[in-house]
């Protein structure tokens, strides 16, 4: 079936460093990736719409300069959170779907994110 | 995109059934159910999708009844393996490219 993956699984580093997500659809195709961040005990959050070739539609409240989302082939999207701060440390997901074959989107395993 | 509401938790024992209830009074007439799974530290998996009537896999059965205002996900004999949060989800099927909004889920817990 459909694979996402997602990479790192989990990152710590020092407020004001840049963090870089990716998120690659293993065995199929994907146009359209999306990025969601969940804090503990909350339900997922939608942040964006990659698209594949063209800029990301951010969500209402995303700031667009914060997370950088770059989605330059078929098969990666990447997710950079600028000058993280402590209150960015999330669990981030991405997910995607093959358009071709008609079915649910899938989810990677996630990316831990804790700021110092 | 049609609001759904889920009971916050529930708790059951190993070997029974488990039955979750999802209420989304304004679905669309082109909308379907679909239910997603989440464990901790890990991303939503899909577990089940149907429009009306009910629909079965491997691990689930979804319940839809005719009006189609509220769904059940049915979780034959539960293990603890099964505890888990699940999402009630509405929308268009084959969602590649339309975007998820997943409400507050059921924190199910499962214990021997």
């Known amino acids: 079936g459909a694979v996402v993956s997602q990479h790192p699984s989990r990152v710590i580093c020092k407020s004001g460093t840049s963090v870089k997500i990716e998120c690659r659809s293993l065995d199929f195709q994907a146009t359209t990736m999306f990025w969601y961040r969940q804090f503990p005990k909350q339900s997922l959050m939608l942040m964006a719409t990659s698209n594949e070739g063209s800029k990301a539609t951010y969500e209402q409240g995303v700031e667009k300069d914060k997370f950088l989302i770059n989605h330059a082939s078929l098969t990666l999207s990447t997710l950079t959170v600028t000058s993280a701060h402590p209150e960015d440390s999330s669990f981030y997901i991405c997910?995607?779907?093959?358009?071709?074959?008609?079915?649910?989107?899938?989810f990677g395993d996630g990316t831990r994110l804790s700021i110092l | 995109l049609a609001k759904t509401t889920q009971p916050i938790s529930m708790d059951s024992y190993e070997g029974q059934e488990v039955n979750i209830t999802c209420s989304h009074n304004n679905i669309a007439t082109n909308d379907y159910i679909t239910w997603y799974q989440q464990f901790p530290s890990q991303g939503p998996r899909f577990i089940i999708q149907?429009?009306?009537t009910k629909v079965t896999n491997e691990v689930a059965s979804l319940f839809i009844p005719a009006d189609r205002k509220s769904s059940t996900l049915s979780l034959p004999r539960v293990s603890l393996s099964d505890t888990a949060v699940y999402y009630c989800l509405v929308g268009l099927p084959n969602t590649g490219f339309q975007k998820l909004v997943f409400g507050t889920g059921t924190r199910l817990l499962v214990s021997p």
């Open positions: 997910s995607a779907s093959d358009r071709a074959s008609n079915q649910p989107q899938h």
């Open positions: 149907g429009y009306k």
